[in-house]
């Protein structure tokens, strides 16, 4: 099982862009799915967007055009493209990595997007 760090966040003005990265300790190559997920304040974690191993990606509508998700296995890692961001982006951000009956969390890192 990988271990997966996020880094990247931080305080941005509405408008900004941030570009966040997810390391896996290992390949990423045998996990079906990489997807990055938020969870605001008093809020459920929700899916933000996904990246599956052959390349297909997949954004919750309120981040679509704004957000772009990709992988580079050679370098186990994975990322999310942040532009036009709004303060209801503000949340911290979990990178997830999926398999058959095995799903693997970072520890998130913060994004605050200030008005």
């Known amino acids: 099982q990988v271990q997966l760090v996020e880094s990247g966040g931080g305080l941005v003005q509405a408008g900004g862009s941030l570009r966040l990265s997810c390391t896996a300790s290992?390949?990423?190559?045998?996990?079906?799915?990489m997807g990055w997920y938020r969870q605001a304040s008093g809020k459920q974690r929700e899916l933000v967007a996904s990246i599956t191993n052959g390349g297909i990606t997949n954004y919750a509508d309120s981040v679509k055009g704004r957000f772009t998700v990709s992988r580079d296995s050679a370098k186990n890692t994975v990322y999310l493209q942040m532009f036009s961001l709004k303060p209801e982006d503000t949340a911290v951000y979990y990178c997830?990595?999926?398999?058959?009956?095995?799903?693997?969390w970072g520890q998130g890192t913060q994004v605050t997007v200030s008005s």
């Open positions: 290992g390949s990423i190559s045998s996990y079906t799915s």
């Open positions: 997830n990595a999926k398999r058959i009956f095995l799903s693997t």
